[in-house]
């Protein structure tokens, strides 16, 4: 776990240098929109919030050094509210999922390889195996422990919250997509459903065939 | 001191500071706080905003606030009263007032640091020498006077004689400016009244700065028109400053003829027009209008039968059939409610009402919203002074504070309702008075007590409202009576206040206007030096002086000191 | 009947749906457990009746059973599990400290995993950035940096980040900056005023 994200911080790094304000700005807000429309856990953009988070705090300096009265200080405070705000939601929508969904989302991580991205940061994974073990103590001293002694196992898996891949969003392509398949699960490939994206053009359909998309950031969720 | 310029002195000084704003309980000030309010959201200037609805009131206040404070704002309130004496200040507080009562406590007029009036100077008030004197030269006389007494010798003596002359050329010129000071300040602050409105002098501001807008437009309107009718301001005075916000109604509602360019139906468009003298006919019946406005009750005399059949007449007149006038006005017949308002005032003129229109504005937005500005200040007047029990008088300050936003329409429905209420009540109690000749002559003055027991008493308990009950009753009583010098004599009014520390509120009106004058109240002085005669427990809270409150057992012997004053 | 109790835990959540906390409802989990105990117990005996006395029939009962104490099971389950739900609602909405009526009816575990889930929360949020970001700030998105709030109780003083020193009292109305009182807006000492 801690080397795959080694890699990805070193990816970044080489990338970080060429990326504007303006432009981390802009994939927090897509990365925010993308997170609240999907019914899952997207990727974690730890680096994103980091690098805003700096951002903040250099604006919040610059401010502190003009003097009183500056015009352009209530127009970077606006400023800073507002990705403040961003940031915020992002994460608490974030931390929302993880509550609900944490033994999915746990189980997922456990059973990741180890090149792929993982989909918490070091401090969410963190936070999700406290949670975890939090709410299953409680449960186990409260309730289980006290039960006939073959039901006292928790049973996550048939128990716990799934997210629902099947819910419907809207996305927006932003790459032209061809043969998307829309219904990968059936077996009969004949009736399987193939469609092309246009580039720019809005949808609406099933999160579950799409969500690879969404990682690769080709559609946009709104 | 004045400011002269007053954006530069006072807005700007304010401009990246925090302010305590004082604002008092009528609606002149309301207005003028809602413009106000509105520049410092542009701005983002940090207030807090609390109402005051006396003096204590007030120095509770500032003492609150006071810490860390540079900067205070007062709205109608303050200017009557030594702001540096009362309230004991730091040396780095700074004090605006806006305030349209009259007359400025000198000290405040002629404080070069921390006292700044935004009103523009009159020429009533005394000149600093005639005031203040700086004491040096009576020091050096008094020493002198003091080491002289013990060594008379020749030589000195001729000093003596020459310092002694001296000395009483001096005293007698003292004692003449003495006199002369003494003059100025007693015909200065003989009689209170009221100078330009705050709402106007706030807009006026908002223009300087080019930030105003029709809804401040508007706001300044509806101060100004409360002035005109608590009778703080006579007709001529309103005629020239309507005038003036009509340059600004001219400029900021221009509306070619071409029809394209008209705006959306839902902004606000102010007109200029002449309006009927009826209190609410817009959101009444024209019946109810005619039966409670002071202009009609009084000159058709509707307490008396006979004058109950003249407004049948008048009405038969106009040529409005009887059911649709007591039709609510928004229902009555289309072809009628065009016509109505000339019927009205073709008709009046027969009838002795030449004086029923005036000209005044009113606002327009969306469909349904027609107010006008007469209607407006009432209903916000009515709110404020609510009786009902649920919020406390600041909290009814605060709902008349959200009822003039254009958001907010419901309240402003709300306050007419109780604006209602009030003629109602005003009405009925008005033709008690005058059936049981409960106004009384006292020789240089009328009065009336209004007995509690009926329902319609508590309204009385607030100082507007029983101020236009006053106004009412004095112009009702001279219609009827026979006695002509009944014309000049003023008023007081007492009603109960509250029931539990046995109070009284009493108010004094000046006598009717004549001559389009407008008149002097006398009764601040009058109030005050009654008081103090017969030690009566009363309490000059008010900023207006001509309002008191008083305990009920002393009433009798305050009014004989009273009459045996103003005889 | 069996299964009866355990609806009324359910049921018990139903009603509260507001949000409002009840009270953790000891007797009835201690009931529905003494149920299942029972349930387990009888099933027992039956299963030995069965195996070594041989008597049949008695398959039918034992799955009427199992089938009830795994209906307790889940839904004893789902009552706890939403209660937390409500719990972590809580911590997000009036802060790291219960109001003292809120805390009454918790129980002494329910506590144990809020104070727990309050530390792993604060520790996270600490994480983030250098010197952290608080998550319970900033719940909508800002319209203006500064707003007009009204006072509805007496609050006292309060001091904003840049040390001046605002008195709330009942019915006086501020202009401030947004930020500085949005947790007194959440609390319900001030209303924010729309003009």
Same mark, same amino acid.
């Given at each position: 776990?801690?080397?795959?994200?080694?890699?990805?911080?070193?990816?970044?790094?080489?990338?970080?240098?060429?990326?504007?304000?303006?432009?981390?700005?802009?994939?927090?807000?897509?990365?925010?929109?993308?997170?609240?429309?999907?019914?899952?856990?997207?990727?974690?953009?730890?680096?994103?919030?980091?690098?805003?988070?700096?951002?903040?705090?250099?604006?919040?300096?610059?401010?502190?050094?003009?003097?009183?009265?500056?015009?352009?200080?209530?127009?970077?405070?606006?400023?800073?509210?507002?990705?403040?705000?961003?940031?915020?939601?992002?994460?608490?929508?974030?931390?929302?999922?993880?509550?609900?969904?944490?033994?999915?989302?746990?189980?997922?991580?456990?059973?990741?390889?180890?090149?792929?991205?993982?989909?918490?940061?070091?401090?969410?994974?963190?936070?999700?195996?406290?949670?975890?073990?939090?709410?299953?103590?409680?449960?186990?001293?409260?309730?289980?422990?006290?039960?006939?002694?073959?039901?006292?196992?928790?049973?996550?898996?048939?128990?716990?919250?799934?997210?629902?891949?099947?819910?419907?969003?809207?996305?927006?392509?932003?790459?032209?997509?061809?043969?998307?398949?829309?219904?990968?699960?059936?077996?009969?490939?004949?009736?399987?459903?193939?469609?092309?994206?246009?580039?720019?053009?809005?949808?609406?359909?099933?999160?579950?065939?799409?969500?690879?998309?969404?990682?690769?950031?080709?559609?946009?969720?709104? | 001191?004045?400011?002269?310029?007053?954006?530069?002195?006072?807005?700007?000084?304010?401009?990246?500071?925090?302010?305590?704003?004082?604002?008092?309980?009528?609606?002149?000030?309301?207005?003028?706080?809602?413009?106000?309010?509105?520049?410092?959201?542009?701005?983002?200037?940090?207030?807090?905003?609390?109402?005051?609805?006396? +003096?204590?009131?007030?120095?509770?206040?500032?003492?609150?606030?006071?810490?860390?404070?540079?900067?205070?704002?007062?709205?109608?309130?303050?200017?009557?009263?030594?702001?540096?004496?009362?309230?004991?200040?730091?040396?780095?507080?700074?004090?605006?007032?806006?305030?349209?009562?009259?007359?400025?406590?000198?000290?405040?007029?002629?404080?070069?640091?921390?006292?700044?009036?935004?009103?523009?100077?009159?020429?009533?008030?005394?000149?600093?020498?005639?005031?203040?004197?700086?004491?040096?030269?009576?020091?050096?006389?008094?020493?002198?006077?003091?080491?002289?007494?013990?060594?008379?010798?020749?030589?000195?003596?001729?000093?003596?004689?020459?310092?002694?002359?001296?000395?009483?050329?001096?005293?007698? +010129?003292?004692?003449?400016?003495?006199?002369?000071?003494?003059?100025?300040?007693?015909?200065?602050?003989?009689?209170?009244?009221?100078?330009?409105?705050?709402?106007?002098?706030?807009?006026?501001?908002?223009?300087?700065?080019?930030?105003?807008?029709?809804?401040?437009?508007?706001?300044?309107?509806?101060?100004?028109?409360?002035?005109?009718?608590?009778?703080?301001?006579?007709?001529?005075?309103?005629?020239?400053?309507?005038?003036?916000?009509?340059?600004?109604?001219?400029?900021?509602?221009?509306?070619?003829?071409?029809?394209?360019?008209?705006?959306?139906?839902?902004?606000?468009?102010?007109?200029?027009?002449?309006?009927?003298?009826?209190?609410?006919?817009?959101?009444?019946?024209?019946?109810?209008?005619?039966?409670?406005?002071?202009?009609?009750?009084?000159?058709?005399?509707?307490?008396?039968?006979?004058?109950?059949?003249?407004?049948?007449?008048?009405?038969?007149?106009?040529?409005?059939?009887?059911?649709?006038? +007591?039709?609510?006005?928004?229902?009555?017949?289309?072809?009628?409610?065009?016509?109505?308002?000339?019927?009205?005032?073709?008709?009046?003129?027969?009838?002795?009402?030449?004086?029923?229109?005036?000209?005044?504005?009113?606002?327009?937005?969306?469909?349904?919203?027609?107010?006008?500005?007469?209607?407006?200040?009432?209903?916000?007047?009515?709110?404020?002074?609510?009786?009902?029990?649920?919020?406390?008088?600041?909290?009814?300050?605060?709902?008349?504070?959200?009822?003039?936003?254009?958001?907010?329409?419901?309240?402003?429905?709300?306050?007419?309702?109780?604006?209602?209420?009030?003629?109602?009540?005003?009405?009925?109690?008005?033709?008690?008075?005058?059936?049981?000749?409960?106004?009384?002559?006292?020789?240089?003055?009328?009065?009336?007590?209004?007995?509690?027991?009926?329902?319609?008493?508590?309204?009385?308990?607030?100082?507007?409202?029983?101020?236009?009950?006053?106004?009412?009753?004095?112009?009702?009583?001279?219609?009827?009576?026979?006695?002509?010098?009944?014309?000049?004599?003023?008023?007081?009014?007492?009603?109960?206040?509250?029931?539990?520390?046995?109070?009284?509120?009493?108010?004094?009106?000046?006598?009717?206007?004549?001559?389009?004058?407008?008149?002097?109240?006398?009764?601040?002085?009058?109030?005050?030096?009654?008081?103090?005669?017969?030690?009566?427990?009363?309490?000059?809270?008010?900023?207006?002086?001509?309002?008191?409150?008083?305990?009920?057992?002393?009433?009798?012997?305050?009014?004989?000191?009273?009459?045996?004053?103003?005889? | 009947?069996? *299964?009866?109790?355990?609806?009324?835990?359910?049921?018990?959540?139903?009603?509260?749906?507001?949000?409002?906390?009840?009270?953790?409802?000891?007797?009835?989990?201690?009931?529905?457990?003494?149920?299942?105990?029972?349930?387990?117990?009888?099933?027992?005996?039956?299963?030995?009746?069965?195996?070594?006395?041989?008597?049949? *029939?008695?398959?039918?009962?034992?799955?009427?059973?199992?089938?009830?104490?795994?209906?307790?099971?889940?839904?004893?389950?789902?009552?706890?599990?939403?209660?937390?739900?409500?719990?972590?609602?809580?911590?997000?909405?009036?802060?790291?400290?219960?109001?003292?009526?809120?805390?009454?009816?918790?129980?002494?575990?329910?506590?144990?995993?809020?104070?727990?889930?309050?530390?792993?929360?604060?520790?996270?949020?600490?994480?983030?950035?250098?010197? *952290?970001?608080?998550?319970?700030?900033?719940?909508?998105?800002?319209?203006?940096?500064?707003?007009?709030?009204?006072?509805?109780?007496?609050?006292?003083?309060?001091?904003?980040?840049?040390?001046?020193?605002?008195?709330?009292?009942?019915?006086?109305?501020?202009?401030?900056?947004?930020?500085?009182?949005?947790?007194?807006?959440?609390?319900?000492?001030?209303?924010?005023?729309?003009?």
């Amino acid at each position: 776990m801690a080397s795959g994200d080694d890699d990805i911080t070193e990816e970044w790094s080489d990338d970080e240098v060429e990326m504007t304000a303006a432009d981390v700005q802009q994939k927090i807000e897509e990365a925010w929109l993308n997170e609240k429309f999907a019914p899952d856990l997207l990727e974690s953009k730890s680096e994103l919030v980091d690098c805003m988070l700096e951002q903040i705090q250099q604006m919040e300096s610059n401010i502190s050094r003009c003097k009183k009265g500056d015009f352009r200080i209530s127009v970077h405070k606006m400023e800073i509210d507002r990705i403040r705000y961003i940031l915020n939601s992002y994460l608490r929508i974030r931390l929302g999922k993880i509550e609900k969904y944490f033994h999915n989302i746990l189980k997922k991580e456990a059973a990741r390889k180890d090149d792929e991205p993982s989909r918490l940061s070091l401090e969410e994974f963190a936070f999700a195996k406290e949670f975890a073990e939090n709410t299953e103590n409680h449960f186990k001293s409260v309730a289980l422990r006290h039960m006939p002694p073959n039901l006292q196992a928790l049973e996550q898996d048939k128990r716990a919250p799934k997210p629902n891949l099947d819910a419907y969003v809207f996305l927006r392509a932003n790459q032209k997509q061809e043969q998307v398949l829309i219904e990968p699960e059936l077996e009969d490939d004949q009736n399987a459903e193939v469609i092309d994206l246009e580039e720019g053009a809005q949808y609406i359909m099933r999160y579950q065939p799409i969500a690879s998309l969404v990682t690769d950031a080709a559609v946009s969720l709104i | 001191m004045f400011v002269t310029d007053i954006r530069k002195d006072f807005y700007e000084k304010v401009l990246h500071k925090r302010v305590l704003v004082l604002v008092s309980f009528d609606v002149d000030a309301i207005c003028a706080c809602k413009i106000l309010k509105a520049l410092f959201h542009c701005d983002s200037v940090q207030y807090t905003l609390v109402p005051v609805a006396g +003096k204590m009131d007030w120095e509770r206040v500032f003492s609150e606030h006071a810490e860390q404070l540079e900067f205070v704002v007062m709205i109608n309130c303050g200017a009557t009263l030594d702001i540096l004496e009362t309230l004991q200040p730091e040396e780095n507080v700074t004090f605006f007032v806006c305030d349209s009562h009259r007359p400025m406590d000198l000290v405040n007029v002629y404080n070069d640091t921390q006292v700044k009036l935004l009103m523009s100077p009159e020429e009533s008030i005394p000149k600093y020498e005639d005031i203040f004197r700086d004491d040096e030269s009576d020091d050096e006389d008094d020493i002198g006077n003091d080491s002289d007494g013990s060594e008379p010798n020749g030589k000195r003596r001729r000093f003596d004689e020459d310092v002694l002359e001296r000395r009483m050329e001096r005293r007698r +010129k003292r004692r003449e400016w003495d006199g002369h000071r003494h003059q100025l300040l007693f015909d200065y602050e003989e009689f209170s009244g009221y100078g330009q409105s705050a709402a106007m002098i706030m807009y006026d501001l908002a223009w300087k700065m080019s930030k105003d807008t029709n809804d401040l437009l508007w706001w300044a309107i509806v101060g100004l028109t409360d002035q005109l009718l608590s009778k703080k301001i006579d007709r001529e005075t309103y005629v020239l400053e309507a005038t003036e916000l009509n340059r600004h109604v001219a400029r900021h509602n221009h509306r070619g003829d071409e029809e394209e360019d008209s705006v959306s139906i839902n902004s606000m468009r102010i007109s200029f027009t002449s309006e009927l003298q009826l209190a609410l006919y817009r959101h009444w019946s024209l019946f109810e209008s005619l039966r409670h406005s002071s202009y009609t009750a009084c000159n058709l005399k509707l307490w008396t039968l006979k004058g109950f059949k003249k407004l049948h007449e008048f009405l038969a007149d106009m040529g409005v059939p009887l059911s649709e006038c +007591k039709q609510k006005f928004s229902a009555m017949d289309m072809g009628l409610k065009d016509n109505v308002t000339d019927w009205l005032v073709t008709s009046a003129r027969k009838f002795g009402l030449e004086q029923i229109t005036l000209s005044s504005f009113h606002a327009q937005y969306g469909f349904k919203n027609k107010f006008c500005a007469f209607d407006v200040a009432y209903g916000v007047n009515a709110l404020l002074e609510s009786v009902e029990t649920e919020k406390s008088q600041e909290g009814y300050f605060l709902e008349a504070l959200d009822c003039l936003s254009r958001s907010n329409i419901d309240k402003l429905a709300h306050g007419l309702e109780l604006s209602k209420r009030q003629f109602r009540a005003t009405v009925n109690t008005v033709q008690s008075l005058l059936d049981m000749t409960q106004v009384i002559s006292a020789g240089s003055f009328l009065y009336a007590f209004i007995q509690e027991g009926t329902p319609d008493t508590r309204y009385f308990a607030r100082p507007n409202c029983l101020g236009m009950l006053a106004r009412f009753t004095l112009e009702a009583y001279v219609k009827m009576s026979k006695n002509r010098k009944a014309r000049t004599l003023p008023l007081v009014m007492t009603a109960p206040l509250n029931l539990e520390t046995g109070t009284l509120l009493v108010v004094g009106i000046p006598p009717l206007p004549e001559l389009e004058q407008s008149s002097k109240n006398f009764f601040g002085r009058a109030f005050e030096q009654a008081g103090k005669k017969t030690s009566s427990r009363i309490l000059h809270d008010n900023f207006d002086s001509s309002v008191i409150e008083m305990k009920n057992e002393d009433r009798s012997k305050f009014f004989d000191a009273l009459i045996s004053l103003l005889t | 009947m069996f *299964g009866e109790k355990v609806l009324e835990l359910v049921q018990e959540l139903q009603r509260s749906r507001d949000g409002t906390m009840l009270p953790f409802n000891e007797d009835g989990v201690r009931k529905v457990l003494e149920e299942m105990k029972a349930l387990y117990d009888q099933n027992q005996a039956d299963v030995v009746s069965t195996r070594e006395e041989g008597q049949s *029939g008695l398959f039918s009962g034992v799955q009427l059973r199992h089938t009830c104490l795994e209906r307790n099971q889940r839904c004893l389950l789902a009552y706890l599990h939403n209660r937390l739900a409500i719990i972590r609602n809580m911590r997000w909405e009036f802060g790291s400290v219960l109001p003292a009526d809120v805390k009454q009816n918790l129980s002494d575990q329910e506590f144990q995993w809020f104070t727990k889930y309050n530390k792993s929360l604060a520790s996270y949020m600490r994480s983030l950035g250098t010197g *952290g970001l608080d998550l319970t700030q900033d719940r909508k998105p800002p319209k203006s940096l500064y707003i007009e709030v009204r006072c509805l109780v007496d609050h006292g003083e309060f001091e904003t980040e840049d040390g001046t020193i605002i008195v709330l009292k009942k019915n006086s109305q501020h202009f401030l900056q947004r930020s500085q009182c949005e947790h007194l807006i959440r609390q319900g000492v001030l209303e924010h005023i729309l003009s």
